[in-house]
């Protein structure tokens, strides 16, 4: 029986969309969460274990994925490899390239956002970030809107990598996520991949540990 551990903050972060998977799967595995305080992230465990070499193979960082014995870096790379594993990356090479692309895309938004509020703080930032989901987020949404398939999947006809990416980007990752409610509600193919992944998600979304963010 294969066996997986994943180790990561006590946080949802970049590793939250690999335990979706493992969540709705079914996959048993071993969640690894170090503990950290704010405001100055201190974070003794981890970093004892990085002072042990325990990280190395993810040039002392995480989320790290082991996977029977071999560890795996890199949170994208640790995606498509559970996607691969648990059945969540298409049925053939072409859906496999599209669900990629997905993904892909909803990076590009998110380093949008990332820059939008970039070096900012306070007032500034806080105006910033609603200047973002105001004005530019529409835009983005409506092109991702116009290029996802209207099958209820943003791929094919089950459940895949794309759409928990697209979940946790339209569901969980900014700040307003009411206003981001709003515009999901406003584009029926979203919509319909939201509708389709939160019945998925019930169980994990209402058991797993409530963290900061």
């Given at each position: 029986m294969a066996t997986y551990k994943l180790q990561y903050f006590n946080a949802k972060g970049v590793a939250e969309v690999a335990r979706y998977m493992l969540a709705v799967a079914g996959?048993?595995?071993?969640?690894?969460?170090?503990?950290?305080t704010l405001p100055n992230f201190e974070k003794p465990e981890f970093d004892a274990d990085c002072a042990a070499g325990e990280f190395r193979v993810n040039?002392?960082?995480?989320?790290?994925?082991?996977?029977?014995?071999?560890?795996?870096?890199q949170s994208k790379t640790i995606e498509r490899f559970l996607a691969k594993k648990l059945g969540f990356f298409g049925s053939n090479d072409v859906e496999e390239a599209l669900i990629d692309a997905v993904?892909?895309?909803?990076?590009?938004?998110?380093?949008?956002y990332n820059d939008a509020k970039a070096g900012k703080s306070g007032d500034?930032?806080?105006?910033?970030?609603?200047?973002?989901?105001?004005?530019?987020?529409?835009?983005?949404?409506?092109?991702?809107?116009?290029?996802?398939?209207?099958?209820?999947?943003?791929?094919?006809?089950?459940?895949?990598?794309?759409?928990?990416?697209?979940?946790?980007?339209?569901?969980?990752?900014?700040?307003?996520?009411?206003?981001?409610?709003?515009?999901?509600?406003?584009?029926?193919?979203?919509?319909?991949?939201?509708?389709?992944?939160?019945?998925?998600?019930?169980?994990?979304?209402?058991?797993?540990?409530?963290?900061?963010?």
């Open positions: 996959q048993t595995y071993e969640d690894v969460r170090y503990n950290f040039m002392d960082r995480l989320p790290i994925l082991t996977y029977n014995g071999a560890k795996i870096g993904t892909e895309h909803v990076r590009d938004i998110k380093q949008k500034e930032q806080a105006a910033a970030k609603a200047a973002f989901i105001a004005n530019d987020l529409p835009k983005w949404l409506d092109k991702l809107e116009h290029s996802l398939e209207k099958s209820g999947f943003s791929v094919g006809s089950k459940l895949s990598l794309a759409d928990f990416t697209l979940f946790h980007l339209l569901r969980e990752f900014f700040d307003d996520k009411d206003a981001v409610v709003v515009l999901v509600a406003e584009r029926p193919t979203l919509a319909a991949i939201v509708a389709n992944v939160e019945p998925a998600l019930k169980t994990w979304l209402e058991t797993r540990p409530q963290t900061a963010f």
